[in-house]
Every structure is written in structure tokens, then in C-alpha cells.
């Protein structure tokens, strides 16, 4: 008996006409079920469809879904650098993005900080990236009276308005002050349209 008979896996049916009689049954047990994934893991012996191996839930292992999902990840990132405006890093100014930096969620303050950053990450030339993405920025949303004052009307009667509560003056002078102390902050997301063209050995001599 093969090994594969041993561990158990799905075998399919079929009319005599050579037609799937969509009915599959575990090769290990002669049980007989109705879709390939309860054949598969019938006795618990579910087995990959991609590699063979085992798994605990459905017809793909941890491994193969955590490589399919990098694979979507690469595709997206083609497509997205195809579309994307490429800019040359020299004269570009800001924080720069690179997946998969173990760095600060993998942004940096600028094209110098990535490349001081690369220079200890990369030891081979060849695995340098040739681009990063550039960001946008932009403040944190302002605070709004209704943001503070919504949830306590709702506990009022039906036509309560915001002037209906006390210290409504005050409580918008403190929100006016508020969002005026945080206007200097910024937040920063990748923006994809845009690619930032590294040349290595420009910029990073050393390489």
C-alpha cells in the first residue's frame, strides 16, 4: 500500500462515460462524500492542494495561503509601479516609503534616511531596491463641536441642540485652541502614483 493510500486523501468518481460524477471518497476509509475538501480531511488527513502537505482547515496550508498572499502582494506592487510617475530622488524632499522595511512600519524622513538605513540592511548590491515610494501628508482632522457634543444628545429629548447644553462658548474656544496647537502635525501615507527612483551608485557610493 503507498504511502499516499496511508495518510488518506480525496479520490474522485466518474460515469462510465468518463464524466465527473462530482462524488469523491477517502482513500484510506472507503467513506464516501460530497465534495473533494470533506474527503480530503476526512480521519483529519487534510492534504494541501497546492503542496501536498498537511493542513488543519480547508484545501490550502498556512505556507502555501502566506505565499499566495505575498505573490498578490508582488503582482500589486508590479502593476502599481508600472502606472506610477517616476521622479529621480535627487530634489525630491520628504518621507519616503519602502515595503517590507523593518524600520518604522517602513516609512522614512527622507531619501538620505533610507539610504543610511539600506547601506547596514543590504549587504548584497543586488538586493538594493531600485525605487521607494514617495508620501503625501496631510494634518489630523480638525475636532468638531457635534464630535463632542453628538453622543449627549442623543440621551436629550428629541429637538435638543448643541445650544441647549452649557459652556457651549467655552467648550469651542477650547476646541479652537486645540486644533490650532495640533495644526503642525502631519500624517503621512504612501503615495502610489508615485515612484522615487534610486540610483545606488550616486547616492550611495559605498555600495
Known sequence: MSDEVKQGHAVELFHQDGKSAHIFYCSKCGVVHSTKIAADQCH?????EK?????????????????????R???KEAENFEKAEKIAAKGYEGFVFCDGASHNDGYFESVEDFIDWAEDEYEDPSQ???YVWACNSHPPRRVDLSDITSNLL????????EYDLNGIPELQAAIDAFNEANKTILIYETDYTRAVMLSWEAECPNK
Not at 44 to 48: K, L, M, T
Not at 154 to 161: G, I, L, N, Q, V
Open 44 to 48: 483529519g488527513n487534510a492534504i494541501c
Open 51 to 71: 503542496c501536498g502537505g498537511k493542513v488543519k482547515y480547508g484545501v490550502v496550508c498556512d505556507d502555501c495561503q502566506h505565499e499566495e498572499f505575498k505573490e
Open 73 to 75: 502582494e508582488r503582482a
Open 128 to 130: 538594493c531596491p531600485v
Open 154 to 161: 442623543d440621551d436629550m429629548w428629541e429637538d435638543a441642540d
